[in-house]
């Protein structure tokens, strides 16, 4: 239930076209709707501006399925994360419009033509070390994207050679808000951090060796970076960033 939806009952009952009863029957989905395996959150478009976004990992693929069709009769589009090709296949069968972004492990449905940003609108950089950070970046890139933001990418422009990080310096400077990715030590958000006069939204990856330690030695060094203007995601956390960067650049 969104604001435009909540708008048009509350005028078909001023009007007369539905009752009171009928209406009463509609709202009885707000602010959850209990599915029996999950109880969809229908109220958040309403309160957030965007509706509840699934999180298909460790779910069926009928039930992230059966989840996305709820929430895209309620909405009229849905954000999936974590999307596995078997779950991408299971939604897509129930689901008419969904689009599946392998890279970025992500299944977006949109039933009305998503406005495109314009070339002169404030963007959003998504930065990443190597080419192995990528689908997190990506996730990054795409969630801001379905959100609304335009979104620019530099891939694989790590401290290993920073040649490549200055040849990308205009468009590090001309961004309104950036996301950089990285794993191994993480050094890049402080490096990027201390180029630019705008907010940076670092985010460790799990990339790396053994003393890596999943990504907790990335994810200390972004949280003792001495760059100014940096906040820190959840290892991998992809979504999180391209999300919160959204905000940051409306």
């Known amino acids: 239930m969104d604001a435009e939806r909540l708008k048009k009952l509350l005028e078909d009952v001023q009007s007369g076209h ?9 709202l009885k989905v707000m602010p959850y709707e209990d599915i029996g395996f999950a109880k969809l959150d229908t ?31 309620r909405s009229g589009k849905v954000l999936a994360t974590r999307v ?15 689009v599946y972004h392998e890279t970025a492990r992500i299944i977006s449905v949109e039933k009305t033509k998503r406005a495109k940003p314009k070339h002169g609108d404030k963007y959003i950089l998504v930065v ?28 694989d422009i790590g401290v290993a050679g920073l040649h490549r990080l200055l040849d990308q310096k205009e468009k590090l400077l001309a961004a309104n808000v950036l996301v950089v990715v990285a794993g191994m030590e993480g050094a890049l958000a402080s490096v990027v951090g201390g180029m630019v006069s705008k907010p940076v939204i670092a985010v460790p990856t799990s990339v790396g060796y053994g003393a890596s330690f999943g990504g907790l030695a990335a ?32």
């Open 43 to 73: 109220h958040r478009h309403l309160r957030t501006g965007f509706p509840e976004v699934v999180f298909c990992q460790n779910k069926t693929p009928e039930q992230a399925a059966d989840i996305v069709k709820a929430i895209v009769k």
């Open 128 to 155: 990443c070390a190597g080419t192995a950070d990528i689908p997190i970046a990506e996730e990054a890139a795409v969630t801001a994207e379905i959100l609304g933001s335009r979104v620019e990418r530099a891939y």
């Open 18 to 26: 539905i009752s009171v009863e009928n209406a009463i029957e509609a």
């Open 219 to 250: 994810l200390l060094a972004m949280l003792n970076s001495c760059a100014a203007g940096v906040a820190v995601t959840n290892i991998d956390n992809g979504f999180g960033a391209g999300y919160f960067a959204h905000l940051v650049n409306k």
């Open 84 to 98: 596995s090709p078997e779950t991408a296949e299971a939604i897509k069968s129930k689901v008419k419009n969904a």
